[in-house]
């Protein structure tokens, strides 16, 4: 199946700092991205959409200022978390989808952010 | 989009079958049914996808009613390894919206 890799798994950052999550689809093309976020023992919530060479729509709630996400290719597509707080620490995962519609979606193995 | 309802939490045997229902009573015309199986610290995978009626592929079995307002996730005889939160999606191929799923406990 298709694949879409995630990096890095894990990162540490300090308060304060800023941290840029890769999402990578490797052997296909995605024109749409998706990013969610995940508290402990809580289900995916979605952050944001995010279509190639266009803007991101981000869900209610969600500061577009302080997740900023780039999709500057079909196959690449970036989160970044701006001035982190520990309140920001929690497991990101990326999702994109093969073909536009209905269809099996595939996700990235997750990165686990540690704002200290 | 169309809630979808699971049982937070079911147990389970090695080799026994197991059957999760997802209700999704405001399921619209375009809306197919999908399921996903996450481990922890893991992205979720796909399992199955239906719009009507029963698909089966290697892994599972999806059955779903006439009226489309619910499903049932069939796992066959469920090893330890099945042991995961199972989550029920149903979409027309915008936006996956994920529920509070099913974490399935398999004991041996």
């Known amino acids: 199946g298709a694949v879409v890799s995630q990096h890095p798994s894990r990162v540490i950052c300090k308060s304060g700092t800023s941290v840029k999550i890769e999402c990578r689809s490797l052997?296909?093309?995605?024109?749409?991205m998706f990013w969610y976020r995940q508290f402990p023992k809580q289900s995916l919530m979605l952050m944001a959409t995010s279509n190639e060479g266009s803007k991101a729509t981000y869900e209610q709630g969600v500061e577009k200022d302080k997740f900023l996400i780039n999709h500057a290719s079909l196959t690449l597509s970036t989160l970044t978390v701006t001035s982190a707080h520990p309140e920001d620490s929690s497991f990101y995962i990326c999702?994109?989808?093969?073909?536009?519609?209905?269809?099996?979606?595939?996700f990235g193995q997750g990165t686990r952010l540690t704002v200290v | 989009l169309a809630k979808t309802t699971q049982p937070i939490s079911m147990d389970s045997y090695e080799g026994q079958e197991v059957n999760i229902t997802c209700s999704h009573n405001?399921?619209?015309?375009?809306?197919?049914i999908t399921w996903y199986q996450q481990f922890p610290s893991q992205g979720p995978r796909f399992i199955i996808q239906?719009?009507?009626t029963k698909v089966t592929n290697e892994v599972a079995s999806l059955f779903i009613p006439a009226d489309r307002k619910s499903s049932t996730l069939s796992l066959p005889r469920v090893s330890l390894s099945d042991t995961a939160v199972y989550y029920c999606l149903v979409g027309d191929g915008g936006k996956l919206i994920f529920g509070q799923g099913t974490e399935l406990s398999v004991k041996p």
């Open positions: 052997d296909f093309q995605a024109t749409t």
């Open positions: 405001n399921i619209a015309t375009n809306d197919y």
């Open positions: 239906g719009y009507k």
């Open positions: 999702s994109a989808r093969v073909v536009t519609g209905v269809g099996e979606a595939f």
